[in-house]
């Protein structure tokens, strides 16, 4: 309980005194540059792959003429840091044993490049004059899109419609997270109502105006979380359990959460016949999932060989079956992924993949325990959220979701680091 309530920093954590932000009329132009991809990176985190990849490729450049000053901030020593690198090390290992130098092997590996990337960004942020170039850019762009999700609900067009429903998985965890992190941030800021109405925004676009089940997911576990943090420690129990309960009241007056729980618990049970509904696909990819498991307990299928060993199963289902066979649809032949991190991990790579992935997790929390109280309720609550989102989709190997969990971890730690380089 003590990772949701916050505690002192550890006695023997010795630290030397934090600089404030840089004043900007003294900023270099690597500053300058340096801000500008980080502004780039958190304006486009919650919502755009090109925006994220152009902001990388600049971060990329600009860390040419910086390495000395990462090299000398070391942040693969980070534990979270160590721990994802030690993941990604494994999965690139098992991708080539199982498969070799593939073109899908690649393609797997890159999947997960958010775990090498998080250490650069995490000693970019230490190195940026100002981190708040960053998390207020993240906020902005976050602004930007539940905006535009208010445009789709009120004047429904196709294309945008599309284009929304291709990132409800993503925009639901952005949301979830943005609406966390300016809860407690408000606990400290000079005004914190207008944090908290600004989080009150991002939660009730995605109850209203999005439909992403994950996000609402995320969202109740996050509201118990901040309940928790922000009561004394008499009413954390109380608070910790009756405000969620006040949000899926909320959430039950909203046309698109109703809409959602209805389509889950009409297919959520499997009847042997093709159902191509969201929550139909995932009980065929669970059916399928389970069958590897036991077919492959040990060492996996292969992180690239997933999709593979997916579809055979199913031509093995209908082998008796040709012509039920032909009529399937394309998503139930074959999936990439089984929509939950921690089966991808299982599947993939086997037993020791999916112990890294939760030994990284659980070194996330620990870290929490050490750091302070602002900077320990969100990477506690923004940890716990990954993790429940896991359960339901494949987030570390989905790009937009891993890229913007692994940022704000990146984001946390630096505030968190013992020194600002000269």
């Known amino acids: 309980m003590k990772v949701l309530a916050g ?26 540059a340096l801000s500008l991809a980080l502004a780039l990176f958190g304006f486009f985190a919650t919502a755009s792959v090109a925006g994220v990849y152009m902001a990388q490729g600049l971060m990329l450049l600009l ?16 534990p979270p840091m160590a721990a994802g690198l030690l993941l990604l090390a494994y999965i690139i290992l098992h991708s080539l044993w199982f498969s070799g130098f593939t073109p899908a092997s690649w393609h797997m590996v890159n999947s997960y490049q958010e775990l090498i990337l998080a250490p650069l960004l995490f000693a ?14 993240l906020i ?23 284009f929304l429903e291709s990132r409800r998985i993503s925009a639901g965890f952005g949301f979830a997270l943005c609406a966390f992190m300016l809860l407690v941030q408000a606990r400290t800021h000079a005004r914190p109502w207008a944090l908290r109405a600004l989080a009150a925004f991002f939660a009730v676009t995605l109850l209203f105006a ?14 118990g979380v901040a309940a928790w943090q922000h009561s004394p420690p008499r009413w954390r129990w109380v608070a910790g359990l009756l405000l969620p309960i006040v949000v899926l009241g909320l959430a039950w007056s909203s046309s698109v959460v109703q809409k959602r729980v209805h389509e889950t618990v009409e297919n959520a049970q499997p009847t042997g016949q093709v159902n191509t509904t969201s929550t139909g696909i995932r009980v065929h990819m669970l059916q399928i999932a389970e069958q590897l498991a036991h077919a492959h307990p040990l060492l996996g299928v292969g992180f690239a060989n997933y999709g593979e ?7 093995q289902m209908y082998a008796n079956d ?23 991990q299982l599947l993939g790579g086997g037993v020791p993949a999916l112990l890294l992935f939760v ?14 109280n602002t900077v320990s309720h969100m990477l506690c609550g923004f940890c716990l959220a990954f993790a429940l989102g896991c359960v339901f989709n494949s987030l570390l190997l989905d790009f937009v979701e891993g890229h913007l969990y692994m940022a704000l971890l990146a984001w946390l730690l630096a505030r968190h680091a013992s020194t600002r380089p000269i």
């Open 140 to 162: 902005a762009g976050a602004v930007v899109f539940a905006c535009i999700h208010w445009v789709g609900f009120w004047l429904p067009q196709p294309r945008l419609g599309s």
């Open 210 to 223: 999005a439909a992403g089940r994950t996000g609402y997911l995320v969202l109740v576990l996050l509201v």
């Open 359 to 372: 030994g990284w997790l659980g070194m996330t929390l620990r870290e929490a325990w050490h750091t302070r």
């Open 322 to 344: 040709p012509e039920g066979y032909a009529r399937l649809p394309q998503t139930w032949r074959f999936t990439s992924n089984p929509h939950s991190e921690y089966l991808m």
């Open 309 to 315: 060993a997916h579809s055979a199963v199913v031509r």
């Open 7 to 32: 505690w002192q920093q550890a006695p023997h954590a010795t630290r030397l005194a934090h600089a404030g932000p840089k004043p900007w009329r003294s900023w270099t132009p690597m500053d300058w």
């Open 63 to 78: 860390a040419v003429p910086l390495a000395p000053r990462i090299g000398r901030l070391a942040p693969w020593k980070s």
């Open 124 to 137: 970019l942020l230490q190195l940026a004059p100002d981190r708040r170039v960053f998390s207020r850019a």
